[in-house]
């Protein structure tokens, strides 16, 4: 299965409709933040690290916001302890943060392996966010191997990020089912992946049914799939 990093918003919530300003924030300061949130979105990570640490403690700037972007750029430039370590501290200083939950999310995922499934566990309660909760589940399944949460992953938030891959691991855990509907099921499941517009999971869903196929001798469907696969991608 593939990993994947929740996505973040980093916008900072400093202009509202039109271009009007929200809060009373220098405009030195939010000048600076935009800037540094440029950097960002242009992976220039140490210049961005740069700018927010020059904006901790300026009057205006929301430290929760700052700290977000922090540990998303350590985490970028995969240095785990430090974004671990960020995370934890919006999480410990800015508990009423709108980033908590996401916080809490990928400190686990950033975090010592021994400790992560207990605390992806724990982002399964009613008041996480769904979208928060439905990638914990799945980050869960990816260390479980455990097809039920794939599904109730999928189940919480259908169109969210994390769907089409929920639907590819789970079906190709089904492959290996010993019921026999059930491995007609995820075949199903596969062969309709494989029209996705997800490229990847498009590709790697119609390569795992047709192994699936030639695995159990249907070799005429299996190649049938394979004429295709070779079409598609040459």
Same mark, same amino acid.
């Given at each position: 299965?593939?990993?994947?990093? /929740? !996505? ?9 409709? &039109? +271009? ?8 030195? +300061?939010?000048?600076?933040? #935009?800037?540094?949130? &440029? ?16 904006? *901790?403690?300026?009057?205006?700037? =929301? ?7 922090? @540990?998303?750029?350590?985490? =970028?430039?995969? &240095? ?23 916080? *809490?999310? /990928?400190? @686990? ?8 499934? =207990?605390?992806?566990?724990? /982002? ?8 928060? *909760?439905?990638?914990? #589940? ?20 259908? !169109? ?6 929920? &639907?590819? !691991? ?5 492959? @290996? ?9 995820? /075949? +199903? ?18 390569? @795992? ?18 004429? *295709?696969? !070779?079409?598609?991608?040459?």
């Amino acid at each position: 299965g593939v990993n994947h990093a /929740l !996505e973040i918003e980093v916008r900072p919530r400093l202009v509202g409709a &039109r +271009g009007r300003q929200r809060h009373r924030i220098p405009v030195v +300061g939010a000048d600076q933040l #935009l800037a540094a949130d &440029r950097l960002l979105a242009r992976e220039a990570y140490p210049q961005a690290i740069r700018e927010y640490q020059a904006l *901790r403690g300026v009057e205006g700037i =929301a430290s929760d916001e700052l700290l977000m972007r922090l @540990a998303e750029c350590a985490r =970028a430039e995969n &240095r785990l302890d430090e974004a671990e370590k960020t995370y934890r501290e919006l999480i410990t200083t800015c508990p009423n943060s709108r980033h908590v939950p996401q916080a *809490r999310l /990928l400190a @686990a995922l950033t975090g010592p392996a021994d400790q992560r499934l =207990a605390a992806l566990k724990a /982002l399964d309660a009613d008041s996480i966010p769904k979208d928060v *909760r439905a990638a914990a #589940l799945y980050h869960r399944a990816h260390e479980t191997r455990e097809v039920a949460l794939y599904r109730r992953a999928l189940e919480m938030c259908p !169109e969210g990020p994390y769907a089409v891959a929920a &639907r590819y !691991e789970s079906a190709v855990l089904e492959l @290996a089912a010993s019921d026999a509907t059930r491995v007609r099921t995820a /075949l +199903g499941e596969l062969i309709e992946l494989s029209c996705s517009t997800n490229a990847f999971y498009a590709c790697e869903s119609l390569r @795992a049914a047709a192994g699936s196929l030639f695995a159990a001798h249907r070799y005429r469907e299996a190649a049938t799939l394979g004429w *295709r696969f !070779e079409k598609t991608y040459p």
